[in-house]
């Protein structure tokens, strides 16, 4: 609604908070719109704009609590979030979000959805077409500096050796790894060229089984545990999304076995 009716729109977070004349701003708002219950005393608006908690007993709502109240609400307040300029970590960030959102008024009331392919997205069996559209090019756009023709840069392809396939590129002048970088964003944005890893599927699903089962040596935690703990402080998506599920497909399946037979057995709940 703000997006197609408001002349102006801001962050409150982002306000200069010594900025008399935004804080007279929100002062006339609040008379005009507000009720008698808002709290619109200079002291009150100077800790919302800081940032300052209200009630250091009222933790803020996380995404994934969100999340679990309402997924397709999550998804669109995702979108928006980042199309307003702020910044999503990659752990939080959900698959239906590239997908978009529609907002009108239906019967005199505004509302918004998801497209119904992005509402029944964990409805349905995996498949490559909405991986492909899960992939959010903004992710690895707001990372890539001006490229040029001499760059010949790789498209990473999760366990095709990928990781080796980066290195060797590196000193083309960009050391890029980015799952979400596919080869159309890259050539658009300037790179020469564009090389992608290829392997077999099954060399790839045994190569993702050691990653999740085999012990790394390391207190006894696997490649997942341990990527899974360190989530959030990774600068660059050396394959953050895949983090966390590797840590949740460990839990789920135990062992490589019980992982393989799900994926041979089509009526497994796992599969």
């Known amino acids: 609604f703000v997006e197609k009716y408001a002349e102006k729109s801001f962050w409150v977070e982002d306000i200069d908070t010594h ?17 008698t219950k808002a709290h619109c005393d200079d002291a009150k608006l100077r800790q ?117 396939l980066s290195t060797m590129l590196a000193p083309t ?12 964003t890259l050539l658009e944005r300037g790179a020469g060229h564009v090389i992608a890893s290829l392997r077999h599927p099954v060399s790839r699903i045994v190569s993702e089984m050691q990653v999740v089962f085999n012990k790394t040596g390391h207190v006894g935690k696997t490649w997942a545990e341990k990527a899974y703990a360190a989530r959030g402080t990774v600068q660059v998506d050396r394959g953050q999304f895949a983090k966390s599920a590797y840590y949740l497909m460990k839990k789920a399946f135990k062992s490589a076995d019980s992982y393989v037979d799900a994926l041979r057995n089509t009526s497994d709940p796992n599969h």
């Not at 970590?89 to 959805?113: R, Y």
């Open 19 to 35: 900025h008399p004349a935004t804080l007279d701003i929100i002062h006339e708002i609040c008379e005009e719109f507000g009720s």
């Open 173 to 184: 002048g960009l050391d890029l790894h980015d799952h979400q970088c596919d080869a159309r």
């Open 48 to 164: 919302l704009i800081s940032g300052a908690p209200m009630d250091a007993g009222a933790p803020g709502v996380k995404w994934i609590q969100l999340q679990a109240l309402d997924r397709p609400f999550t998804a669109m307040a995702q979108s928006l979030t980042r199309r307003h300029g702020k910044q999503l970590s990659v752990n939080d960030q959900l698959p239906e979000v590239p997908w978009g959102l529609h907002c009108d008024f239906v019967n005199d009331l505004w509302s918004c959805a998801l497209p119904p392919e992005a509402e029944s997205l964990l409805d349905r069996s995996f498949s490559l077409e909405d991986m492909i559209r899960s992939k959010d090019p903004a992710l690895c756009l707001k990372k890539l500096p001006p490229l040029n023709a001499t760059q010949v840069l790789p498209v990473s392809v999760a366990r095709t050796g990928s990781d080796t």
